[in-house]
């Protein structure tokens, strides 16, 4: 088992910066592929990024790249996702996620592949 918490979230306006952390706590966190995702009101969950065990691989939805990075730290038991060049559309409750699980690469964008959640970090950016 492992729980994860994220922070960082916040209102910022358009073309502002946030980033997020997730802490994780519970069996080795190099264990873990770790990935974000998010969901807006209304709309399904989405993925935005993922990374890899030791964190030499990362991968981005279409809508994010160039703008977000993912990164972690396993000597802090840590993910992060740092978002630039924020829009409206990027408004959503942005959730941490980690598996244990065996990846290819279609993997690292489903939701069903992820074996534990955070309860979410509310971002709102503002027109």
């Known amino acids: 088992q492992v729980q994860l918490v994220e922070s960082g979230g916040g209102l910022v306006q358009t073309g502002g910066s946030l980033r997020l952390s997730c802490a994780a706590s519970?069996?080795?966190?190099?264990?873990?592929?770790m990935g974000w995702f998010r969901q807006a009101p209304g709309k399904e969950r989405e993925f935005v990024a993922a990374?890899?065990?030791?964190?030499?691989?990362?991968y981005y939805a279409d809508s994010v790249k160039g703008r977000f990075t993912i990164s972690r730290d396993n000597a802090k038991n840590s993910v992060y996702l740092q978002m630039n060049s924020l829009k409206p559309e990027d408004t959503a409750v942005y959730y941490c996620?980690?598996?244990?699980?065996?990846?290819?690469?279609?993997?690292?964008?489903?939701?069903?592949?992820?074996?534990?959640w955070g309860q979410g970090t509310q971002v709102t950016v503002s027109s």
């Open positions: 519970g069996r080795t966190f190099s264990s873990y592929v």
């Open positions: 990374i890899t065990r030791s964190g030499g691989n990362t």
């Open positions: 996620a980690a598996s244990t699980g065996v990846f290819v690469v279609a993997s690292y964008g489903r939701s069903s592949a992820y074996d534990y």
